[in-house]
């Protein structure tokens, strides 16, 4: 592996936006985005041209760049890598809650299993396909308890590209009161749904 670049904007308590990259080998990417700071005399200082400090300039298309790093600074500061670790632990825990809860229903089914442990779990009613569903994301995110996305995933073969919602958990107040009660208004949506298109199960 060469990169790895991470949003920490998605589960590491940073507010948008900040994602972090790692670079094996930067002067790939040096040779493709640095400027020539002898032809930009303005650009030349001390620091750069004893090479004392990294140029970020050399490494994205903008020159400037906000000070995106303090915020994880702080981040890591108070919180730690244990802190951290309790924190991504505590919304696996409570996403694998949540798709027990789904599994044991009979009116859904996971799909695209390995999710919680990424803290997402995808879903959708067994019946009554896309049309149900999307029906049943619109009725949860006009009532405002919980906001759900839609995505579409190829579930295979006799299936195809199905309609499936997303439940993401990020919050650091997240419990698992919130997990039943979100399992609940979404059990409850989806038994209108049913009632609504008619469908048996
Ligand atoms: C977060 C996310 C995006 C958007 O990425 P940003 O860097 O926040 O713009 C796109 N696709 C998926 C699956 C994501 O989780």
Request: glycine share 8%.
């Amino acid at each position: 592996m060469d990169s790895i670049v991470l949003n920490c904007h998605k589960k590491l308590l940073v507010s948008f936006d900040c994602a972090a990259m790692w670079v094996r080998d930067r002067s790939a990417l040096l040779a493709a985005l640095s400027l020539d700071a002898t032809k930009n005399e303005y650009l030349r200082n001390a620091a750069s041209d004893s090479g004392a400090v990294i140029d970020y300039k050399d490494w994205q298309l903008p020159l400037g760049r906000r000070f995106r790093a303090l915020k994880l600074y702080f981040v890591l500061k108070s919180f730690g890598a244990v802190g951290l670790r309790a924190h991504i632990r505590n919304g696996v825990r409570l996403a694998q809650r949540f798709e027990d809860s789904i599994d044991a229903s009979s009116l859904f089914e996971v799909v695209a299993k390995p999710k919680a442990r990424f803290a997402l779990v995808c879903f959708r009613l067994l019946k009554g396909g896309d049309e149900a569903n999307e029906l049943l994301r619109d009725m949860l995110n006009d009532a405002g308890e919980i906001h759900l996305i839609h995505t579409r995933l190829n579930l295979g073969e006799g299936e195809g590209v199905r309609t499936v919602l997303r439940l993401a958990i990020g919050g650091l107040e997240m419990q698992d009161q919130h997990i039943n009660r979100a399992f609940s208004v979404v059990r409850l949506a989806g038994l209108r749904v049913c009632d609504q298109l008619g469908i048996q199960f």
